[in-house]
């Protein structure tokens, strides 16, 4: 595993004495990984590493057992944006039509238009729970911050404002990404409320403060201004897929013997790619073979 995402984070504070929750994160390796695995133009590396980063976030206020995934889904030329992440820092996710690139609207990538009308899907698997919890609500503009932050706040109840940023240079790379989350917790004031939304409102984009140099703290402490803040914990936030040649196996030793042979036969091999990490996974004759001899051998 590279550690090229290592230096990615998520701070997690409070203040006013904890009324006020709030996290901020740098995501630029995470969202550099995704973007070279899934081979995405400027737009779609955009809609998805904004969503990876408010996966992040939403995962900072998470139990470590908890799963969440976030989907987006409209009519627009991107088609999907799938997100899946734990509360341990570790995300992964794809977009349908990877090479999805738009004329940039008032200077910023238009993921929006991109992603077009329609639903965000949200659902949390909590271990103590026997079922998840599943929540589908309409997209309010496709740019994914104000949607999450209207998921917050309509569906799970608690006020937020959310800010998301990727910048692509020219090349196509990822240079910055991060985002903050901010919750107004029951028994806020409403000064204090006030204070954040102005806050929130002056705030520059989240990449032209990473571009300056600011991290985690900093942005933190922008959105907090004027506030007592106390910084609770800071996570390292990583890309991750569990996808394992394992779990390739079990996949293909679902299709059945009949399939299997035929593979066998017709191509001599298998060829399987991670839909979320763009992993490829190639088996040879004799791994197939194996399967189809030895169904629930370990391979
Ligand atoms: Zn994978």
Known sequence: MSDRGTRDIVLKGSAAGETVRALAAVTTGVVEEARRRHGTLPTATA?????????????GTMKDEERLSLEFAGNG???????????????????????????PRNGKLDVGGAIGKGLLCVIRTQPWNKEPYR???????????????????????????VGLGVFVEREGGVSAAGGFLVQVLSGASEEMIGLVERNVARLPPVTTLIREGAGPPEILAAVLAGLDVRALAEEPVRF?????RERVYGALLLL??????????????????????????????DQLTMLLVEPRGSA
């Open 135 to 161: 929540s589908i609500m309409q997209l309010v503009s496709g740019e994914i911050a104000n949607d999450v932050a209207h998921y917050l706040t309509a569906s799970e109840q608690i006020p937020s404002a």
């Open 256 to 285: 059945g013997p009949e399939e299997l042979q035929d593979m066998i036969t017709r191509e001599g091999q298998a060829e399987v790619t991670c839909e979320f990490c763009a992993e490829r996974y190639v088996v040879d004759r």
């Open 240 to 244: 991750a897929c569990p996808c394992t």
């Open 47 to 59: 809609a998805l590493g904004r969503a990876l980063t408010a996966g992040l976030l939403l995962g």
């Open 77 to 103: 030329p991107l088609r999907r944006v799938m997100i899946t992440t734990t509360g341990t820092g570790q995300v992964r996710g794809y977009v349908a039509r990877p090479a999805t690139h738009l004329p």
